[in-house]
C-alpha cells in the first residue's frame, strides 16, 4: 500500500522520560531515516539506517539512538529525554541509491 | 558545505494566479535538486526531483522547477494556483557520492496561502 506509518502521533512526555517513536513500512526499502522538523529550520537528518543493525548518525545524532531489528521497523528512542527534543519527528524510507523519500505523518513530541 | 536558501518563508497568492517559490542552494559539484510539498497535518510528498540534464523539470499537480546553475537557483512554478495548493514547500539538495543518497539538506520552507 506504500505507506510509512508512526506511531504515536502525539506525545506529552515530562523531562528526564524515555521516550520511544516507532516507524513501519510496507514497502520493503532497504533505508529508512528519522529527521526532526522546528520552525524555521526545515527538516533536520537524526539517523539513518541502511538495513537491519546497520545503523548511521545524521547531522544531529546526540540525545538519541535507533534501533532497526527488522527491515519494515525503525525505532527512535530518547533516553532522558530533554526540553529542546520538543519537536515534530518525522521517519522516511527510501530504496538504497534512490532519493525519493516516503515520509510518515510525523510524530508531534512535547517534553515539560 | 552544501546548503538550501529559501529566502521567503510566507507567499499569499490568489486563486488562479500564478506562483513562484524561490530555491538557492551551495554545492560542490552536480547537485541533485527536489522539491517536496506538506499538505496540513500530513507528511512530505516529493513534487519533483532534478537529475542533471534537462534544467526545466515537471512535476505533479501542474508545477514545475528550472535549475539554473550560473544562479545556484532551484525555482519552482506553478501557472495557476488552486486552493489545494495551500502547504508548505520545501526544497532539498542530496548530499553523498554521485548525488544518490537520501541525505537530503532541507531549506527551511515556504508557506504558501491561498486567498479567493
Known amino acids: 500500500d506504500m505507506k510509512v506509518t508512526q506511531m504515536p502521533r502525539y506525545l506529552i512526555k515530562r523531562m528526564g522520560e524515555n521516550v520511544l517513536l516507532e516507524c513501519g513500512q510496507d514497502?520493503?526499502?532497504?533505508?529508512m531515516y528519522w529527521y526532526r522538523q522546528d520552525p524555521g529550520l526545515g527538516l533536520q537528518l537524526i539517523y539513518i539506517s541502511y538495513d537491519v543493525d546497520s545503523n548511521s548518525e545524521g547531522d544531529i545524532p546526540k540525545g538519541y539512538r535507533v534501533s532497526r531489528k527488522k527491515r519494515e521497523h525503525f525505532s527512535l528512542i530518547l533516553d532522558s529525554a530533554k526540553t529542546n527534543q520538543t519537536s515534530v519527528y518525522f521517519c522516511?524510507?527510501?530504496?538504497?541509491?534512490?532519493?525519493?523519500?516516503?515520509f510518515g505523518e510525523g510524530s508531534r513530541l512535547i517534553v515539560v | 558545505a552544501q546548503s538550501v536558501t529559501q529566502p521567503d518563508a510566507r507567499v499569499t497568492v490568489s486563486e488562479g494566479a500564478s506562483l513562484q517559490l524561490r530555491c538557492k542552494y551551495s554545492y560542490f559539484g552536480t547537485p541533485y535538486l527536489f522539491w517536496y510539498v506538506q499538505y496540513p497535518r500530513q507528511g512530505l510528498q516529493l513534487l519533483l526531483k532534478?537529475?542533471?540534464?534537462?534544467?526545466v523539470v515537471q512535476g505533479v499537480n501542474g508545477f514545475e522547477a528550472e535549475f539554473s546553475k550560473s544562479n545556484s537557483s532551484f525555482h519552482l512554478r506553478k501557472a495557476s494556483v488552486h486552493w489545494s495548493d495551500w502547504a508548505v514547500y520545501f526544497c532539498a539538495v542530496s548530499r553523498g557520492t554521485g548525488g544518490l543518497s537520501g541525505k537530503l539538506t532541507f531549506g527551511e520552507g515556504t508557506q504558501v496561502t491561498v486567498i479567493s
Open positions: 514497502m520493503s526499502h532497504e533505508t
Open positions: 532534478y537529475y542533471p540534464g534537462d534544467p
Open positions: 522516511a524510507s527510501s530504496f538504497l541509491e534512490r532519493n525519493t523519500l516516503y
